[in-house]
């Protein structure tokens, strides 16, 4: 089994003065079932390289849950994730470890590349068109419809200069981006809330399969 990579949202008790990471069940039953062997990965990691060694990877997914934590209007913070997820993605571009980021992950790649994030309106909880204008070696070419749960996004103008578009929903909003040179993707939409859809699946396989 090809050994994934899973970052975790932060679930705050104040109640109990606790932080835990946590990582939906549906991301096992989306990976596990279909021959990956998902690891969640801690968020007060320090030496983040020496551990994705040590855990010898096959590739990692950026997973949805917090805002970033500068983001004007942010709600749910976690700093120590996003100090985290940023040196994450550093070991990974250095180590050549494919990355696929998925809602916020997606984010935090174009954060990390000098983009801009901005609030949007009528991308949550619902679903919305789209429109790929490049595959860029993933299968969607016949995906018309995508889950949608994010409060943040970013225009085409908004995208960091190393990054390019695949696919956009019908109000602009980009849904899809790669990195120019790297193996790192990023989708806005939730493959693991669709588990059964096997269009994600053959999305997944596609970056970390090769």
């Known amino acids: 089994m090809l050994k994934i990579g899973l970052t975790q949202r932060v679930k705050i ?3 109990r003065s606790e932080r835990w990471d946590c990582l939906d069940q ?18 007060l990691i320090e030496d983040v390289e020496t551990y994705i060694l040590e855990l010898k990877l096959d590739g990692v997914i950026l997973t949805g849950g917090n805002d970033l934590s500068h983001f004007n209007g ?10 985290f997820e940023y040196r994450l993605l550093e070991t990974c571009t250095k180590l050549d470890i494919p990355v ?6 997606m984010q935090i ?18 679903f919305h068109g789209l429109t790929v204008h490049s595959r860029n ?6 995906r018309k419809i995508v889950n949608s749960f ?15 578009i695949i696919a956009t929903a019908p109000d602009g909003i980009v849904e899809a981006i790669s990195h120019k040179k790297l193996k790192q993707w ?5 493959p693991e809330r669709t588990p059964n859809d096997s269009r994600d699946l053959e999305l997944i396989q596609a970056i970390f399969k090769k």
């Open 137 to 142: 070696l993933l299968p969607l070419t016949d």
């Open 26 to 43: 549906a991301w096992t039953r989306l990976l596990y079932t279909n021959g990956f062997f998902p690891i969640p990965l801690p968020n």
């Open 109 to 126: 790649i174009n954060d990390h590349y000098g983009g801009e994030i901005i609030p949007i309106e009528q991308h949550v909880a619902t």
């Open 13 to 15: 008790l104040p109640e």
């Open 74 to 83: 942010a709600k749910n913070k976690a700093p120590e994730r996003d100090v």
């Open 100 to 105: 696929l980021g998925v809602c916020r992950g």
């Open 186 to 190: 990023g989708i806005m939409w939730h």
């Open 150 to 164: 994010h409060a943040f996004g970013m225009r085409e103008q908004d995208l960091g200069n190393e990054l390019q």
